[in-house]
């Protein structure tokens, strides 16, 4: 299952989505009227269709997450892994350690665990999708109608619908980690998903790291690079 192409593309359409949703709450048209979800789905090209995938995700029909939507717009996979490396060396530099290597996020990682970092991460946006519980049939539908147009892999559209219908389960999504940087990674990715004032998803990202057995003071330090990134 190749996925890498296709988050990639998700995570690069998040600007484009946020002037969308700028526009429509500066009285353009406001988000939640109707009509608005299909003004999300509408234009041309894959950018269009990736927004319109992530904009369900985030959840179209409800208020936009403020800090996950806007720290969307830093770019994409290779952006993440970046966010991610600066983290753990502001982390180790906390605990006076020298690694012995330099973490493997995913902007230095081959093509093969690129690939297998990128599938954990898009389990984890997935999950957080689901966080706030209110991913209905209906929206699992758009969701799916919406993914079927970015990519014509079955194998791919068979595993979101699987993950889509999964019950919510932090320890489920955590065993996907293989590595400390593929925790990171993940925590960070759910993150930029989720509104953290919202008590739900924020018990959500605190069972998560706890099942990723993140460090704390990395898990601050992946919070604060998203807190920065929204500055």
């Known amino acids: 299952m190749i996925t890498r192409g296709l988050l990639d593309q998700l995570l690069k359409s998040g600007q484009s989505l946020l002037q969308d949703n ?35 995700l985030l959840g179209s029909n409800k208020t936009v997450r403020k800090v996950g939507g806007n720290a969307l717009t830093y770019g994409g996979l290779a952006a993440l892994g970046v966010m991610a490396y600066k983290a753990y060396g502001n982390w180790q530099a906390q605990q006076g350690s020298t690694p012995a290597s330099e973490p493997q ?17 898009l389990r984890a946006l997935v999950a957080a999708a689901k966080a706030d519980g209110h991913i209905d049939d209906r929206e699992r539908q758009l969701i799916e109608g919406e993914f079927s147009k970015l990519t014509q892999d079955h ?13 919510l389960d932090p320890g489920e999504v955590a065993r996907a980690a293989s590595s400390p940087e593929m925790a990171a990674e993940m925590y960070l990715a759910s993150l930029l998903m989720v509104d953290q004032q919202h008590f739900m998803e924020r018990a959500y990202l605190d069972e998560l790291a706890r099942q990723l057995q993140l460090a704390p003071a990395l898990k601050q330090e992946l919070e604060a690079q998203v807190q920065r990134s929204v500055a």
């Open 22 to 56: 700028a526009a429509k709450q500066a009285g353009n048209n406001p988000a939640g009227a109707a009509g608005g979800l299909t003004d999300l789905l509408g234009g041309a090209g894959g950018s269009a269709l990736a927004a319109g995938a992530l904009g369900l």
């Open 155 to 167: 194998e791919v559209q068979q595993w979101l619908a699987a993950e889509l219908n999964k019950p």
């Open 105 to 121: 996020t995913l902007d230095r990682l081959p093509a093969p665990q690129a690939e297998q970092h990128s599938q954990a991460i």
